[in-house]
């Protein structure tokens, strides 16, 4: 039976996909590898410039005075590259032989695990870094006086009657633990806020990507 006009009209129709849907399947699996490959790269990059910036404020903090602080600002940093490391780790198990699709489904949940992960440690980062410095300071050698204690001098030559608690004035103490309260519970945001600015961009062209493969989808 010869086949009608729009039995053929059809045909055409199938055999066109059967040629173009490969060939979305390719883009979209090139993008998606693209994609990933570039925040891998952005992610190795930044945990090296973490690694450099960390030893080298550990020598100058030496040099300047305030080893301690430099020794716990380092060690921080040091546990923070570790963790995310081993994060950076298990993206790299993620099949890429996967559809497009599957393969980005699986770097988001990698995403908002990595982020509830480092969302969790800027909560006591924070307030370590910040108590690093009050530390190094604090014990910086002031003409053969703690600096620390050299301020509480001063505080009681003006302020005789200033309460101390274990050698330290009270309201300082206070002001410390509201400002390490308020890093502690900003923590999250401000990891997030630094997140954003760095990879932002990467993260917008993956929404934009998923949302193209899901129209196409639906």
Known sequence: MEKSIENIWKEGFLKSDALVAPKINNLYSQKSIHIIDKFKRMFKINLIAIVAFSFIFLVVSYFVGVPLMGAIFFVTLMVLVIINKRLLNGLDRIDKGENSYQYLKAFNQWIKKQ???????????????????????????????????????????????????????LIGIVILVLIIGLLAFFGGKIYQWDLNIIYGRVFRKLEELMADIESLNA
């Open 115 to 169: 982020v509830a992960v480092n969302k969790r440690i800027s909560t006591f980062m924070y307030p370590i870094i910040f108590m690093s410095i009050i530390i190094g300071f604090w014990f910086k050698d002031a003409e053969g006086i703690p600096l620390g204690k050299r301020l509480v001098n001063e505080v009681l030559f003006g302020f005789p009657d200033t309460y101390l608690l274990f050698g330290i004035p």
